[in-house]
C-alpha cells in the first residue's frame, strides 16, 4: 500500500502544480488501496461499471465523490440517482432524458459532463462533433433542467502516435472554449489518463483520469 500512496502522493503534487483536477480510476480495485489513497487525502474517485461502483459505496466513506465515466445504459441509472457527484459520459439524448426524469424524482439535479466522440477508434463512444455544438446552439440543454451540463469528457485514441493524441485533445479544448464563450456553467474539461495525462496538460485539460499509474506496484 506504501507504494499505492507514493504513486498518488507524487503524481498529485504533479498536477497541483497545473491546477488540474485528478479523479483517480479505482475500477477493478480493492477496497483496502482505495481506503488507502482516501486516508491520504483523496475524494474523488472514478468507476466504470454501475454494479461495481455501488459496492464499493456500501463499503467505503460517505464523503467520496463518486464519478461515473464508463458508457451508461439506461437501465442502470436508477441505481445511481441520487448520490452519485457526476457523470462523465454523457453521450447521447435518451441518456440524458432517463436521467432527468430520475433526477426530477428526488427534486435535485446532477453534474454531467457531455462525452464527445474525438477519438479514431469506431469502438469508443460518444457525441459527434457536431452534435455537441448543436446541442448547445439550440439550446436543447433546456429539455432536461434538471442536469447540470459543468463540461466536456473525451478519450482521445489509444496510440504512440502523440501528433494524433495531440491534435485530437487539442480539438477537444477548442470546442470547450467555443461552447464556454456562451454558456457560463462550462468549467471542466476531463481529457488525459495514464497514457497520455502529459499531453492534455499541455493541451488545456483541467481534469484527468488515472488508475494504472497510481495502483502499480512497481
Known amino acids: 500500500m506504501n507504494r499505492i500512496v507514493e504513486n498518488y502522493l507524487r503524481l498529485k503534487k504533479e498536477l497541483d502544480e497545473y491546477g488540474v483536477d485528478l479523479i483517480v480510476v479505482s475500477k477493478g480495485q480493492p477496497i483496502e488501496a482505495i481506503r488507502a489513497i482516501y486516508e491520504a487525502g483523496h475524494r474523488d474517485f472514478g468507476e466504470n461499471r454501475v454494479q461495481?461502483?455501488?459496492?464499493?459505496k456500501t463499503e467505503l466513506p460517505e464523503d467520496i465523490r463518486?464519478?461515473?465515466?464508463?458508457?451508461l445504459q439506461?437501465?442502470?441509472?436508477?441505481?445511481?440517482?441520487?448520490?452519485?457527484?457526476?457523470?462523465?459520459?454523457?453521450?447521447?439524448d435518451s441518456l440524458m432524458h432517463e436521467l432527468n426524469k430520475r433526477v426530477e424524482k428526488h427534486n435535485t439535479t446532477v453534474s454531467c459532463l457531455i462525452e464527445v466522440h474525438i477519438?479514431?477508434?469506431?469502438?469508443?463512444?460518444?457525441?459527434?462533433i457536431e452534435q455537441v455544438y448543436e446541442f448547445f446552439e439550440t439550446e436543447q440543454y433546456n429539455n432536461y433542467p434538471n442536469l447540470k451540463f459543468v463540461g466536456l469528457m473525451g478519450m482521445a485514441t489509444y496510440t504512440d502516435d502523440t501528433t494524433l493524441i495531440r491534435n485530437e485533445f487539442r480539438t477537444l479544448r477548442k470546442i470547450f472554449e467555443d461552447i464556454?464563450?456562451?454558456?457560463?456553467?462550462?468549467?471542466?474539461l476531463s481529457m488525459?489518463?495514464?497514457?497520455?495525462?502529459?499531453?492534455?496538460?499541455?493541451?488545456?485539460?483541467?481534469?484527468?483520469?488515472?488508475?494504472s499509474l497510481i495502483f502499480a506496484e512497481e
Do not use: C
Open 52 to 56: 461495481e461502483l455501488r459496492k464499493k
Open 66 to 71: 463518486w464519478h461515473m465515466i464508463g458508457h
Open 74 to 92: 439506461t437501465n442502470k441509472i436508477k441505481y445511481l440517482i441520487p448520490w452519485i457527484y457526476m457523470i462523465q459520459s454523457v453521450d447521447r
Open 119 to 128: 477519438a479514431k477508434e469506431e469502438s469508443k463512444h460518444g457525441m459527434t
Open 180 to 188: 464556454k464563450k456562451t454558456f457560463s456553467d462550462f468549467k471542466h
Open 192 to 211: 488525459g489518463m495514464s497514457n497520455d495525462y502529459k499531453i492534455a496538460i499541455e493541451e488545456g485539460t483541467t481534469m484527468v483520469r488515472i488508475g
